[in-house]
C-alpha cells in the first residue's frame, strides 16, 4: 500500500475537510495523490480558490498540491486509503452525535475494496471504531476487516490558532487492526509528521488517549475557574495567586476561563456516555462539565454587580464585548461560551453590543441571531474584554476610558489588563 501511494498508484482520501482534514489532506498533497472529500459546496469553491474559509492553512500551500476538492462519491471509488475527519458533536442533550461519522462511513463503506486501509481522526470514545464504525463498515462492503481490509485509528491533536504546534510537529499517536496495518499506517503518516508516531498497542487505547487530553484540559480550568469563584470572595485575584503558586517546580500552568469550541467543552462528554453504558457514573468529569458551563452566567453576574458598585442603573445599561469566538485569535465560533454571558446581562435588561475583529457577522447571526458591530460606539457603562486576541492585548486604559462614561467598567475575563487599570471598576476572573 505504501508504495502503491508514493509512486501515486494509489490515493489518499480525506474525508470532511475541516480544521482536521485540511491541513492534514494538504500535507499529504505533497507527496502523495490525494482526493479532498466534503458534502460542504460552499467550502469546496472556496478551497478550490486556494481560500481556506478557516484560515488555517496559508493561501500559498495550495499551490504545486495534487489534491482534487470534492463532494463526489464516485471519485472516492479511485481511492485506497482513507482518512476520515468528520466533525463528532453532541446533541442538546450532550449525548454524542455519531450522524456525520456514521454518514461518512457508510460512503467508505460504498466504495471500499480488497487491500484498502480506512483510518478514523474524528475525536471519539473508546470502542467507537471496532463496536460502531467497523460493523457498518463490513456490513455495507460485504468485506472482513483484518482479511480483505484494514482500519486504524489516528487522533489529530491540533491546536486551531496555534502556529507553533502544528501537524508536521507534534507527535502522531497511531493504531491498527494488527501488526502489518500498523506498519503501514505508521509509514504513510512518517511522511508527513516528522515529530515521529507513537504506536499504541490498540485502537481503543488511542481513542482512550485522544479523551484524555482534552477531559485533562477540561477538569483542571474547571479546579481554576472554581479557585477564581472563591477567591473572589476573599478579595484577591487568582492571577496573583497563580503567578505566586507557578513558583513551584510542580504546580501546573493552568487558567481560569470560558471553555467553548469543539473539543474540550465535548470530548469529556464521549467518555461520560461510554462510561456510563459500563455503569459507572463519573463524578470529576462531570463536575468539571458542570463548573466550566456555568461560568458565562457567572461572569454576567459578577459584571452586573460591578456596574451596580459603580452607581449603575442596570436596565438599560449598555455594555460592549469584544471577542465572540470560541477562544483568541481564531474566527471558530461555535460553541462559544461568551454568548451565555451576553445572554445573562440581556437578562438583567442590559443593551449588549458585540464586536469581534476575526468572526464573521453572517455566521453569528446565524448561530446566534445576532450581528456584530463594525467599530464601537461610546458612553458605553462596560465594557468585556471576553476574548484576549492578539490586537487586544496593547490597548491601554485611556481607550476604554474613551468609550465609556463615568464611572465604567472593565470586565477582564482573561486578567490581561490586570495591574494596568486605575481610573475604571475593574473585575477579572
Ligand atoms: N478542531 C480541532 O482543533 C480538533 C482537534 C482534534 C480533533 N478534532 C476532532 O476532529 C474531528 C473533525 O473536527 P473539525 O474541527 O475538523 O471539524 P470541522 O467542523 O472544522 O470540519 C468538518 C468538515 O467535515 C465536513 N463534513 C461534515 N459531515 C460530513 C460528511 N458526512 N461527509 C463528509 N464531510 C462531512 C464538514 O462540511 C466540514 O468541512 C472531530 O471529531 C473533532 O472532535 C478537532
Keep these: 500500500m505504501y508504495k502503491k501511494l508514493i509512486n501515486k498508484e494509489a490515493k489518499l482520501a480525506v474525508i470532511g475537510l475541516g480544521y482536521v482534514g485540511l491541513p492534514l489532506a494538504m500535507a499529504f498533497a505533497a507527496k502523495l495523490s490525494v482526493i479532498g472529500f466534503d458534502i460542504n459546496e460552499e467550502r469546496l469553491t472556496s478551497l478550490r480558490e486556494g481560500r481556506d474559509p478557516d484560515h488555517e492553512v496559508d493561501p500559498d500551500a495550495f499551490t504545486g498540491k495534487d489534491i482534487l476538492f470534492t463532494s463526489s462519491a464516485t471519485s472516492l471509488q479511485e481511492a485506497s486509503f482513507f482518512i476520515i475527519a468528520v466533525p463528532t458533536p453532541i446533541d442538546a442533550y450532550n449525548q454524542p452525535d455519531l450522524k456525520a461519522l456514521l454518514s461518512a462511513t457508510r460512503l467508505v463503506g460504498n466504495v471500499l475494496k480488497p487491500g484498502d486501509y480506512v483510518v478514523y481522526e474524528s475525536t471519539v470514545y473508546p470502542g467507537c471504531t471496532e463496536e460502531d464504525c467497523l460493523p457498518l463498515l463490513e456490513q455495507i462492503s460485504g468485506l472482513k476487516t483484518g482479511v480483505d481490509f484494514k482500519i486504524g485509528y489516528s487522533p489529530e491533536r491540533i491546536n486551531p490558532g496555534d502556529k507553533e504546534h502544528t501537524l508536521v510537529n507534534t507527535m502522531k499517536i497511531i493504531s491498527g487492526v494488527d501488526e502489518e496495518s500498523l506498519d503501514v499506517i505508521e509509514d504513510v ?33 474547571a479546579l481554576m475557574n472554581e479557585l477564581s469563584i472563591i477567591f473572589d470572595r476573599m478579595g484577591i485575584n487568582t492571577y496573583d495567586v497563580l503567578n505566586a503558586a507557578g513558583t513551584k517546580w510542580n504546580f501546573l500552568p493552568f487558567y ?174
Design 189 to 221: 503518516y512518517a511522511l508527513v509528521v516528522k515529530a515521529g508516531v507513537h504506536r499504541a498497542p490498540s485502537i481503543k487505547v488511542a481513542e482512550a488517549a485522544k479523551i484524555i487530553e482534552n477531559t485533562q484540559r477540561d477538569v483542571n480550568i
Design 256 to 429: 481560569p476561563g470560558l471553555v467553548g469550541g469543539h473539543c474540550i467543552g465535548v470530548d469529556p462528554y464521549y467518555l461520560v456516555h461510554k462510561a456510563k453504558e459500563l455503569k459507572y457514573h463519573p463524578k470529576m468529569i462531570n463536575s468539571g462539565r458542570f463548573v466550566n458551563d456555568s461560568m458565562g452566567g457567572y461572569i454576567g453576574k459578577k459584571i452586573v454587580k460591578k456596574m451596580i458598585e459603580q452607581g449603575k442603573n442596570i436596565l438599560g445599561a449598555r455594555v460592549l464585548v469584544m471577542g465572540i469566538t470560541f477562544k483568541e485569535n481564531v474566527s471558530d465560533i461555535r460553541n462559544s461560551k461568551v454568548v451565555d454571558i451576553i445572554n445573562e446581562l440581556k437578562d438583567y435588561g442590559v443593551k449588549v453590543d458585540v464586536m469581534d475583529p476575526l468572526a464573521s457577522s453572517d455566521s453569528v447571526y446565524k448561530e446566534y441571531g445576532f450581528s456584530l458591530i463594525a467599530a464601537p460606539e461610546s458612553e458605553y457603562d462596560a465594557i468585556i474584554v471576553a476574548v484576549a486576541h492578539k490586537d487586544y492585548l496593547k490597548l491601554e486604559e485611556s481607550w476604554f476610558l474613551a468609550k465609556t462614561n463615568k464611572q465604567g467598567v472593565l470586565g477582564d475575563i482573561k486578567g490581561v489588563y490586570r495591574g494596568r487599570i486605575t481610573q475604571m471598576g475593574y473585575w477579572s476572573l
